[in-house]
T-cell receptor, first 115, second 113 residues
Framework: NAGVTQTPKFQVLKTGQSMTLQCAQDMNHEYMSWYRQDPGMGLRLIHYSVGAGITDQGEVPNGYNVSRSTTEDFPLRLLSAAPSQTSVYFC??????????????FGSGTRLTVV | QQQVKQSPQSLIVQKGGISIINCAYENTAFDYFPWYQQFPGKGPALLIAIRPDVSEKKEGRFTISFNKSAKQFSLHIMDSQPGDSATYFCAALGKGSARQLTFGSGTQLTVLP
C-alpha cells in the first residue's frame, strides 16, 4: 500500500497562474480532505469529501476548487494563484471518518510558493 | 475562529523529563480528540486519541488526560527522548456525517540529549 500520495512535492507559481495538486489514496477510504499548514496556525481545512461525487467547503475554501469523481482521487485546483496561497498543502483520508485506531492518514505534503 | 487552542507554542525538555502540551476546545460539537505528531518534511501521523467519555488513555510513554467539564485535554510524554522531538498537534473531530478535524496551532517539542 502506498497510502496517500501527493504530487508534486514542490511547486513555484507566478501570481495568476492556475494549477492542480494531485492526491491519490489506495486504501479505499471514503473520507478525503485538503488542509493547508501555515506557521503558527496549525492545519486549516480547505475542502473535504465524504464519498465520490460529494464535496463540501471547509474553513478556508476561497480560491480553491475540488472534485471527487472516484474514491481514489481528490485533486485540489488553484484557480488564480495569489501570494497568500503560499503554504504547505496536505491531503488526508480515512475510512472511519477519523474515529478509532485508524484516524486520518496524511500525505507527505506539497510545498507551494506563489511569487 | 480558532475552536481548538493549544499551548505552549514551543517546549524544550531534557532527556528523561516529562513533556506536557495542553489544549482547550470551545464548543461541544466534537466527539473524538486525537493527537498528531509531525516530523520535518513529513505529514502529520496519528499518535494517540481519546473519546470524551474517558478521562485518561495511556499508550506506552504517551498519555492523554481529558477533562470534559473544563473542555480541556492534554498530552503527557513520559521519559521524553530526543527522537520525540517533533511538532505535536491536538485536534478535535466534528460530530455528524462530515467528520472533519479541527487542529490546534501546534507545539514544537525539542528534547535535549
Amino acid at each position: 500500500n502506498a497510502g496517500v500520495t501527493q504530487t508534486p512535492k514542490f511547486q513555484v507559481l507566478k501570481t495568476g497562474q492556475s494549477m492542480t495538486l494531485q492526491c491519490a489514496q489506495d486504501m479505499n477510504h471514503e473520507y478525503m480532505s485538503w488542509y493547508r499548514q501555515d506557521p503558527g496556525m496549525g492545519l486549516r481545512l480547505i475542502h473535504y469529501s465524504v464519498g465520490a461525487g460529494i464535496t463540501d467547503q471547509g474553513e478556508v475554501p476561497n480560491g480553491y476548487n475540488v472534485s471527487r469523481s472516484t474514491t481514489e482521487d481528490f485533486p485540489l485546483r488553484l484557480l488564480s494563484a495569489a501570494p497568500s496561497q503560499t503554504s504547505v498543502y496536505f491531503c488526508a483520508s480515512s475510512y472511519s471518518g477519523g474515529r478509532g485506531n485508524y484516524g486520518y492518514t496524511f500525505g507527505s505534503g506539497t510545498r507551494l510558493t506563489v511569487v | 475562529q480558532q475552536q481548538v487552542k493549544q499551548s505552549p507554542q514551543s517546549l524544550i525538555v531534557q532527556k528523561g523529563g516529562i513533556s506536557i502540551i495542553n489544549c482547550a476546545y470551545e464548543n461541544t460539537a466534537f466527539d473524538y480528540f486525537p493527537w498528531y505528531q509531525q516530523f520535518p518534511g513529513k505529514g502529520p501521523a496519528l499518535l494517540i486519541a481519546i473519546r470524551p467519555d474517558v478521562s485518561e488513555k495511556k499508550e506506552g510513554r504517551f498519555t492523554i488526560s481529558f477533562n470534559k467539564s473544563a473542555k480541556q485535554f492534554s498530552l503527557h510524554i513520559m521519559d521524553s527522548q530526543p527522537g520525540d522531538s517533533a511538532t505535536y498537534f491536538c485536534a478535535a473531530l466534528g460530530k455528524g456525517s462530515a467528520r472533519q478535524l479541527t487542529f490546534g496551532s501546534g507545539t514544537q517539542l525539542t528534547v535535549l540529549p
